[in-house]
């Protein structure tokens, strides 16, 4: 078959790559991709896999192309100046003192409270922290008392960000986006998403950090108890919907009945553990049963320079057996660049191709989505498990 030259409309290969059952594709024209309109891939069903949920192509088909009209070019002048939670901030919320917005004793989490201090933005930061230590959420709010939901203070917040939304752009995913969330905070993670046009339902155990994301993160306040919260999912309502019960329960009662594009797990205890539930291959099973694509932010004791493993990273490991068993693939992961923590992935569809999801984080990033550079985030140091 005759390639059309740059810039003409014709017809373009298919190419696979990946093994088994699940293989993703590759469309070009020529010598670039960058040459056609419908750029990007497919995901061939796997025994799990329902055709109907996305496009399927037919290995060495051809299909028509009409040029792009322009190419986007991602043009941060400075990401590391202009991003609003940059790590060289963390002095101004970081100071182990501010003043005292929340305090009560959690059963679950220990003493949860939230302190306040001044931003230089003109804002004020809010700093959530489990028993005077573990930090867990950092929020933003501007200089009229409204939350800036795109400065995600922590790096593994916005690997979690990066790597979910290019994942379901890489697999075609429209929005809005159906997104679940395990681990609310103050709802740093939940309002970004939201500002995403994703419907989103975030899902914490404990009421005491629902109850300091209501006050302090202006978050909705929550519906109680597994069998009204799986109702309210059912229902499908409003586009942000906040639950207080046991993750683990809701998602692996809700995998019959409830569907997600995306669930992001971002889950510790009060000693800065991901508790052992969320680790089995009964859960990995659900997670595959009810999502399209899973996100989780682990913490990783492995150094940088380092890969990551199953003897030295054995939550990480556990983990990703259970979701190759759920998902029937091959889960992949990348390091976070500011700290120690790892963001594990996995698809019904396999792992896509670091170029693809490169390339769905720079048209992501076009859209004003990002105010952090996310291309980094979906490859650095990136392995398959």
């Known amino acids: ?6 810039g003409t409309p014709g017809t373009f290969h298919v190419r696979a790559s990946g093994t088994g059952s699940h293989t993703w594709r590759a469309f070009s024209v020529g010598q670039s991709s960058e040459a056609v309109e419908i750029c990007g891939v497919f995901g061939r069903a796997g025994p799990r896999g329902d055709p109907k949920e996305r496009n399927s ?61 001044g931003a230089s ?13 573990t930090e867990q959420s950092v929020l933003l709010l501007d200089a009229n008392g409204i939350p800036r939901h795109e400065a995600l203070a922590f790096g593994y917040l916005k690997s979690l960000a990066a790597m979910g939304s290019a994942t379901l752009r890489s697999l075609g995913v429209q929005k809005p986006w159906r ?14 998403f939201r500002k995403a046009q994703a419907k989103v339902t975030a899902i914490d155990l404990d009421p005491v950090v629902l109850r300091a994301a209501q006050v302090v993160g202006q978050m909705p306040g929550a519906v109680q108890g597994l069998e009204a919260c799986l109702k309210d999912a059912e229902a499908d309502t409003d586009a942000l919907r906040v639950y207080c019960c046991d993750g683990v329960e809701f998602v692996k009662a809700a995998s019959n ?12 205890d009060g000693q800065g553990e991901t508790p052992e539930a969320f680790l089995t291959e009964d859960f990995g099973q659900a997670c595959a049963s009810v999502a399209t694509c899973c996100v989780v932010n682990l913490t990783c004791p492995v150094p940088m320079w380092e ?21 029937q693939s091959k889960a992949w992961s990348v390091r976070v660049a500011e700290g120690q923590n790892l963001i594990l992935c996995a698809t019904r569809y396999g792992a896509p191709p670091e170029l693809y999801l490169a390339n769905a984080a720079e048209e992501l990033a076009s859209e004003g989505l990002f105010a952090f550079d996310p291309v980094r985030r979906v490859g650095f140091r990136r392995q398959e498990w």
Request: net charge negative; aromatic share 12%; hydrophobic share 35%.
């Open 121 to 133: 933005s003109g804002g004020s930061w809010r700093r959530l922290r489990f028993n005077g230590q």
């Open 307 to 327: 890969d990551a493993h199953h003897f030295n990273a054995p939550s990480a490991g556990k983990l990703a057996d259970a979701f190759q068993l759920g998902f």
């Open 257 to 268: 009945e409830v569907r997600y594009d995306l669930l992001v797990m971002d889950v510790f």
């Open 57 to 117: 192509v037919e290995e060495g088909c051809k299909l028509t192309c009409q040029p792009k009209s322009a190419t986007f070019q991602m043009d941060f002048k400075n990401p590391y100046q202009s991003d609003p939670g940059r790590s060289a901030l963390r002095g101004e919320w970081d100071t182990g003192s501010g003043s005292s917005l929340f305090d009560e004793q959690s059963p679950f989490s220990g003493r949860v409270q939230v302190t306040g201090c």
């Open 1 to 6: 078959m005759d390639l059309p030259s740059q």
């Open 179 to 192: 997104v679940l969330l395990l681990g609310v905070g103050l709802g740093a993670l939940p309002g970004w």
